[in-house]
């Protein structure tokens, strides 16, 4: 995208929240490493012009593909994405738990949030949790549903999660 491109959609960004009166505080793109490979000083600039409309950002599938931890240092994150890959096997796998004990860790100290991915049993959430993940995304809290059934699930009084 050329520089022109570039600022003219950035202005259509930010014109497009006024008008719909959306807070880009409750927007968060997530991007992978992939889409930073090649072209990483360009996304930081354009990461931090959109930063500061108020838009924050997400790693996606951390510790997958191109991911590096030159990106955690530059990229302006807010939070890292846990890759399901690593918490589908959490409790048969070894290195599974090294992983993402380190991640959520890392996360923590460069003050990122860290939500773990594919957590789909009690036991993911409980391990997660005991290791200070405090976000995660799953079947074990709800499968895709329609728009509408999604509007009750969220108005219902939470599950208990002992």
Not at 13 to 33: D, F, I, M, Q, V
Not at 67 to 72: D, E, G, M, R
Not at 132 to 141: E, M, R
Request: hydrophobic share 40%.
């Amino acid at each position: 995208m050329t520089w022109i491109r570039w600022c003219r959609w950035l202005r259509l960004t930010s014109n497009a929240l006024e008008r719909s009166g959306a807070s880009p505080h409750k927007l968060k793109l997530e991007l992978t490493a992939s889409t930073v490979i090649g072209k990483v000083e360009d996304t930081i600039e354009r990461m931090h012009q959109l930063k500061a409309l108020g838009i924050s950002f997400a790693m996606d599938d951390f510790g997958t593909g191109y991911s590096s931890l030159q990106y955690l240092k530059r990229l302006p994150l807010d939070q890292i994405k846990i890759d399901q890959s690593f918490v589908r096997d959490l409790h048969q796998d070894p290195d599974d738990m090294a992983i993402v004990e380190t991640i959520i860790a890392m996360g923590r100290s460069l003050g990122l949030n860290v939500i773990a991915e594919g957590v789909e049993t009690m036991e993911h959430w409980r391990y997660l949790n005991a290791h200070q993940c405090h976000a995660y995304q799953g079947y074990y809290f709800c499968k895709p549903v329609p728009a509408e059934e999604m509007a009750k699930h969220c108005l219902a009084p939470p599950p208990m999660l002992s």
